[in-house]
Each structure stands twice: as C-alpha cells, then as structure tokens.
C-alpha cells in the first residue's frame, strides 16, 4: 500500500543506530582507511598474479621449449611413429616436387 509520503511503496533507507557520522570518531575513520588500503593491497596483489599468469601463458619462447622437450621425450620413448611420420612427409614432398616437374601443365 503507497500512501502520499512515500508513493513507491518500499521502505526508505535508515542508516543503522550505530553509524556515526564520519569523523565523528578517529578510529573508525583510521579502520576504514585501513580496510580500503588492505582492500586495495588484496586487488593489486591479485591483479599481478593475473598479469603473472598470462604473461606465462604467452611467453612463446617458453611454450616452445615445452613442446621440444615433449616432443624429444616421445620421440626416445618410442621413435617408430615419428620415423613412419617424417616418412610420410618425405614421400609427400617428393610426390609433390614430382608432379611439379612431370606435369602437362
């Protein structure tokens, strides 16, 4: 139910009991200075592990050493599939370069 005070219907906002008026009280003004300053602190400190991360994720020259090493491990572990592989590739090209050169075109 509206009524003319208040024609929205909700209930207004009341600061509670126990909030002061700021700078009433030096120690609450110096607590909440130093919550926005640890907050601050938390948000940089997470923001540069986020900068971290990614700078990580995008540093090309490490992914690429990652993948040699993978690559060099799997090839000791088992050089079969990489020889039949490099083969393939070989037979490839040749055919490639063969038709090239043979060709009516």
């Not at 923001?47 to 991360?53: C, P, S, V």
């Not at 000791?76 to 370069?97: C, D, F």
């Amino acid at each position: 139910m509206t009524d003319s005070t208040n024609p929205t219907g909700t209930t207004p906002y009341t600061a509670p009991a126990s909030a002061a008026p700021v700078g009433s009280d030096p120690s609450a003004l110096e607590n909440a200075k130093a919550a926005v300053t640890d907050s601050v602190e938390a948000t940089r400190l997470k923001l540069e592990q986020t900068l971290d991360a990614i700078e990580d994720k995008f540093d090309v020259k490490k992914r690429t050493d990652e993948v040699t090493e993978r690559v060099q491990r799997s090839y000791e572990e088992n050089p079969v599939p990489w020889i039949i592989g490099a083969t393939a590739v070989a037979v490839g090209v040749i055919g490639l370069v063969a038709w090239a050169i043979f060709s009516d075109d």
